[in-house]
């Protein structure tokens, strides 16, 4: 696996949505150790079965180029109740396999993601179960970099240890989600340094046409930088909420308006404006 800052990461150049761009970093594709533990059909994860698990990469994006800079994984299943990926994780909580079922995200998402950074949003009960640490997790296969995301509202005492364990080794990047939402605790860009944070996405929803949310923006942009953590809004659904991060400073996005979720990689059409 690569390690990089985020803000190191090379872009791709802008293609057209759609397009496979496998190999996006020009990394050398090979097989991982762990590919063959998701051959055969009968293993299951918990009560899940195994082949009816997939992911979708949704593009995260440098609004000042128009490169996609990295793929956020969200996780699927095909089973009949557990279409909606709340539902998924509620039973994985039920049946105490929270932790396998991550690991087996992982794994789908790093042989079909070769060559490109990605980003694994965690379940607080994954880092309960602590398979993200262990020597042979798909994560130390990959060869590109990897980012973990998780929500300040939920991150334990534990949880926050075991994150703070895996950046100290630089095994992975941390990305704190939900900037701005509820009682979010600043104090954790103090204590975790992440290497990024994501607004959340009710602060962003409606941007240009709120001066005051353009001014909180503005000032979350003055302070990550200052504590040297790139900023980006998530939830971007229309050019003209895109148009207003970008002129209140945010650098990266993602969101609907720069590429949906899909089983390819797809990289975004947006533009940017010289």
Same mark, same amino acid.
């Given at each position: ?12 150049? *802008? ?37 009816? #698990? ?10 000042? *180029? ?37 690991? *087996?995200? @992982?794994?789908?998402?790093? @042989?079909?993601?070769? %060559?490109?950074? #990605? ?8 880092? @309960? ?62 204590? #975790?340094?992440? @290497? ?31 504590? %040297? ?23 990266? %996005?993602?969101?609907?308006?720069? %590429? ?15």
């Amino acid at each position: 696996m690569r390690r990089y800052d985020f803000d190191e990461l090379e872009t791709n150049e *802008t293609v057209g949505l759609g397009s496979n761009v496998s190999g996006v970093h020009g990394a050398p594709t090979r097989p991982a150790p762990f590919v063959e533990e998701l051959e055969g059909t009968d293993r299951l994860v918990g009560s899940i079965p195994r082949d009816q #698990l997939s992911v979708e990469f949704q593009p995260i994006v440098n609004l000042l *180029t128009g490169g996609t800079l990295a793929y956020e994984v969200f996780a699927r299943c095909r089973s009949e109740g557990l279409v909606d990926p709340q539902e998924l994780f509620a039973r994985a909580m039920f049946e105490k396999s929270v932790g396998e079922l991550g690991r *087996t995200i @992982r794994e789908i998402a790093t @042989r079909n993601g070769t %060559g490109s950074t #990605l980003f694994f949003a965690l379940h607080p009960a994954e880092l @309960r179960d602590r398979y993200l640490v262990r020597p042979d997790d798909p994560i130390c296969f990959h060869d590109a970099p990897v980012f973990v995301q998780l929500s300040q509202a939920s991150l334990s005492g534990l949880a926050a240890h075991t994150v703070q364990e895996l950046s100290s080794r630089g095994e992975v990047g941390l990305v704190l989600d939900d900037l701005g939402a509820g009682p979010a605790n600043l104090k954790q860009l103090v204590d #975790l340094v992440p @290497r990024a944070v994501k607004l959340d996405s009710e602060l962003v929803a409606g941007i240009d046409k709120s001066q005051r949310k353009q001014a909180v923006v503005r000032a979350l942009v003055s302070l990550c930088g200052d504590l %040297g953590a790139s900023l980006i809004a998530k939830g971007l659904d229309c050019e003209a909420e895109l148009q207003a991060a970008v002129d209140c400073g945010v650098e990266f %996005g993602q969101g609907f308006v720069l %590429g949906e979720p899909s089983e390819l990689r797809t990289c975004s059409v947006w533009q940017a404006r010289k």
